[in-house]
């Protein structure tokens, strides 16, 4: 996988230049030597996954998802889940059945690692990728609010 580095890097900003532009107080631009060393931290995680899509045999997206073991509370019950984190594709690679492959192999994973539950979060201004996780199976749980203060 460390082979990837290079591709998860320069696959990065098909999902966090949206963001930074929708956020930039919370987001930076993406840069191609920082997303690499951020990649190569995730390959150091024993809990961290990544998959990767190709297309015409070259990297065309990822995902990225954490194993998140969730304590037994007074009021809450043990819960083990799959955190995906980030999912990725090329311009050219959305529309064409790779996000739901992506997508479907993150839950695939989940059970073949005998995890219940697969959770996500989307960003409110990113109305298609909330459209695509409600279509595929995904609902919602809770929602953040946020209220800046300067």
């Known amino acids: 996988m460390r082979a990837d580095l290079d591709a998860l890097a320069s696959l990065r900003p098909a999902v966090h230049d949206a963001h930074a532009s929708a956020h930039p107080d919370t987001f930076k631009a993406s840069v191609f030597d920082g997303a690499r060393r ?3 931290t995730w390959l150091d995680q024993p ?3 990544v998959l990767v899509a190709l297309l ?4 065309a997206g990822y995902l990225r998802a954490e194993i998140f073991d969730r304590a037994e509370r007074e ?3 043990a819960r083990r889940l799959l955190y995906i984190d980030q999912i990725a594709l090329t311009a050219i690679a959305r529309r064409r059945g ?7 192999a993150g839950v695939e994973l989940a059970r073949e ?4 539950y697969v959770e996500l979060d989307v960003y409110h201004f990113n109305r298609s990728a909330r459209a695509f996780f409600l279509s595929q199976g995904f ?4 929602e953040r609010l946020v209220r800046s203060l300067h």
Do not use: C, V
Request: glycine residues 10%.
């Open 139 to 142: 609902a919602p749980l809770r």
């Open 56 to 59: 015409d045999g070259e990297p």
């Open 113 to 116: 690692l005998g995890i219940r």
């Open 98 to 104: 790779h996000g739901k492959q992506l997508l479907a």
């Open 38 to 40: 951020e990649a190569e």
């Open 75 to 77: 009021l809450m019950h």
């Open 47 to 49: 809990s961290t996954y």
